[in-house]
């Protein structure tokens, strides 16, 4: 197989991002190298901070 690669310039009007993920990546244009870390592997809501308050008795 051989594949081709011609860059050439490279033009962009307007972008609209409505809305992203909690990991995301928007890149326009050539990148030699992308890194991407995160320090959560659950979503930032499920996190617990502060005192733990007891649920009253049911029933």
Known sequence: MELQII???????????????S?????????????LASTFDTPPESLIIGPLVPLPPQG
């Open 23 to 35: 990991s995301s990546l928007f890149l326009i244009g050539d990148s030699e190298t992308i890194q």
């Open 7 to 21: 860059n050439r310039e490279l033009c962009v009007g307007d972008i609209h991002i409505l809305s992203v993920s």
